[in-house]
């Protein structure tokens, strides 16, 4: 039987893997790909406790929309901006981007 | 529902002016920079109007309060929207080709601050802070042809995105023990448990504050801020602190004063250590700046750690102190930036020698900049002494002397700092290899907006009776 726990263990594990993947991939792709997983182990909590303990009402679930739609629009941004520092910089990798220190 | 939708009129009529603005931009192939700037300003004009003339003590959903400290902070927003479009009007880069677009943008990133103003749940915060710093993402990498800009821009969204992520996820698990994201049914549950020594809230709070210390710049969350604020447009430079202090400050103290006492559950010595942190960090590291702009950030940064001490105090004086400060320090940092950005558009540097003998090309000028250092150095009879004033008052009462000690002492350090640029001005020779700032200045726009800041930043600082007694109304949320 999966209950609770099953989810709330797999979102640790996906948080997890987002943190370590934001703080050691260089590539600013492979970092995005990073904050949409600890997005998405956000919204596998929000509906797993909407299910579990907090139905039939679906304020979680609500959220969980609304993180999803937030995530795309700043994917979107993002991906925009990682497309203006290549066109400039001929490279999407962070220890690049330097002129800016001190 | 239609009464609630009424509360948020201001909203709902900026959004659609900065969708109109798109589409004018979308659509329309002639450039009408002058029409644009027109469109825009006189938007926001009338939702000044339109948030002078809300009813307060409402809530709107449930989920926004409508009160006289929201109402405070929505002016304060739209404020700053509007002084910046006007000192953006001239920048021929921004208010280019794209001139509908950057408007636009300002708007929406300014409608993201009357949410949070307002903002009485989790998911308004949310919401709130994504809509303001979304738009910023981009206005940070509007010169799209600059690496400085685009990497600027770059490392503001990365840290962005991952402090939302963090935040979230806190907000998640304070959703699944309350099961409510609303601030007075968290505050309730907090009653009825044992807090302190529930490990998953504890996560929670601290994956909430850890995304708030982002946003602040808080240290040791702080090391985006002077990259972001060198390498983005000035003018929208300006703009970032505006939006850091009226629209992440007022959900903190939203949050603390409504939901979490931090005394109570102990995490108290925490946030009084991040205050310490980020004013000494941010003070001594502005002491070697050579740039003008990674100077007013790193300031930035040590003015956060001053205006958070309000928010630890966590009392009615330490919020009309937060309120006060805010106001003050948008109005001087703003000023601050304007002249940089005039200096630097004429002598093409923003390094700290451009500042060097301005006293001799432009006498006016520089006493200008000087009001607005003096203000920033919090020394009477400025707005900005009266604002670190009561913050400090905030925190003896709540008898945290020591902050109170290290703050004071912070002061006298930041003062060396923005001396050192006063210096540059009045006793430095102009450097013969820049071009000279004329006598007569021609912007109409950049007369006009910095003499009121600095008017309304000395006029209320000698006579703060009135603002007082109003900031003294809205210290109260809703109950």
Known sequence: ?102 | MLDSLKLLYPEIFLSGAAMLLLGVEAFVKKNLRRWVLILGCGSLFFAMVLVLSLPTGNRAFGLLAIDNFSLFFKFLAILSCLLILCISENDTELMGDHAGAYVSLLILSTVGMLFLSSAEDLLMLFIGMELTTIPLFILAGFLRKELRSSESAIKFFLVGAFSTGLMLYGISYIYGLCGSTHFRVIFAWTQSQNVSNNALFLLGLFLILVGIGFKLSLAPFHQWTPDTYEGAPTPITAFFSASREAGVIVVALRLFSQTVDPGALGIQHTLILISILTMTLGNLIALKQENLKRLLAYSSIAHAGTLFIGLVANNSLGREGVMIYSLAYFLMSFGAFAVVILISRIKKSESLSALRGLSKENLGLSILMLFFLLSLAGIPPFLGFLGKWMVFASAIQAKLYWLVGIALLNSVVAVYYYFRMAHAMFFQDPDPSQSAIPEKLESLSFKLTTLFAALVLLILGIFPGQILSWIRISGAPLP
């Open chain 1, 1 to 102: 039987m999966i209950g609770l726990h099953h989810y709330l263990v797999l979102s640790a594990l996906l948080f997890t893997i987002g943190i370590y993947g934001v703080l050691t991939r260089r590539n600013i792709i492979g970092i995005l790909m990073s904050i949409e997983i600890i997005f998405n182990a956000t919204n596998i909590n929000l509906v797993a406790f909407n299910h579990f303990l907090h139905g039939p009402g679906l304020w979680g679930q609500g959220f969980a929309i609304f993180v999803i739609t937030l995530a795309a629009a700043e994917a979107v941004v993002g991906l925009s901006l990682v497309l203006a520092i290549y066109r400039n910089l001929k490279t999407v990798y962070v220890e690049k981007m330097n002129i800016l220190k001190g």
